[in-house]
């Protein structure tokens, strides 16, 4: 009788130990930029990462380019749903968790796009500028040009994103987003047939736009170093 309570307590201190330590779970790996769903090798995640599930939305001009994929996450990423105006067009991305292993996160979905700067009336602008710029096939862009801020996007970003694979995506753009989105910073994962890299780089607050002679030097200025 004495045996199986040691026993008994041995496998409960384990599991005690175990907890305290955290616990790992196994999630799927895949990208794609062809659907809102994707499959992919199983892996063993970070210790109390979850499974997430991305999908981000870029409109460029009229023209559209989804992203979807599922990894590991920390769950700070989770339900990190948000907006970015660029030039000439839109990103929004949101996701979806789940904690069990291989688990599937329900399918992230996006608000309508929100109406470009170039249309929103003086009232919702925000007082925040931010440096501007789109590019494809490279990871960064830089220029001279701003753009006004409106609403709640209160930071000024830069998002890359790097896929490599049978679906490679390669793009940069630069303007002003919604706070939430700075909390994502750099997700990165890879397999033996792909990879995929996003990077979201902000700064908070921008140029802001008044008249005199002063605040233009301080606006020139502050727009060689901002981003």
């Known amino acids: ?9 041995g496998v409960l201190c384990l599991l005690l130990t175990l907890t305290a330590k955290g616990y790992c779970i196994s999630c799927q790996l895949c990208v794609t930029s062809m659907a ?10 970070p210790t109390d990462y979850v499974c ?18 599922r990894s590991c996450s920390p ?4 339900n990190a749903a948000g907006s970015m105006t660029i030039p000439g067009g839109t990103v929004q991305t949101n996701a979806t968790c789940c904690s069990t292993d291989n688990c599937v996160p329900p399918t992230p979905t996006l608000t309508a796009a929100p109406t470009s700067n170039s249309t929103n009336s003086t009232s919702a602008v925000n007082g925040v500028t931010c440096r501007s710029c789109a590019t494809v096939n490279s990871d960064w862009c830089y220029t ?29 753009v630069r303007g002003c987003a919604t706070r939430s989105l700075c909390t994502l910073s750099t997700q990165s994962f890879s397999t ?28 020139f200025f502050f727009c060689m170093y901002i981003l």
């Open 192 to 219: 033996s047939e792909l990879s995929s890299v996003n990077t979201f780089v902000c700064t908070d607050g921008g140029v802001v736009l008044k008249s005199g002679l002063l605040t233009s030097m301080m606006v």
């Open 144 to 172: 001279s040009d701003t753009i006004r801020c409106t609403g709640n996007e209160l930071s000024c970003v830069m998002h890359s994103t790097k896929i490599t694979g049978p679906q490679a995506v390669t793009m940069a």
């Open 36 to 45: 809102q769903s994707c499959t992919g090798v199983s892996v063993i995640c």
């Open 1 to 9: 009788m004495f045996a199986k309570m040691d026993s008994l307590f």
């Open 52 to 69: 997430a599930a991305r999908y981000t939305n870029t409109i460029i001009g009229g023209s559209s380019t989804p992203v979807f994929s």
């Open 75 to 78: 769950p700070t990423n989770c």
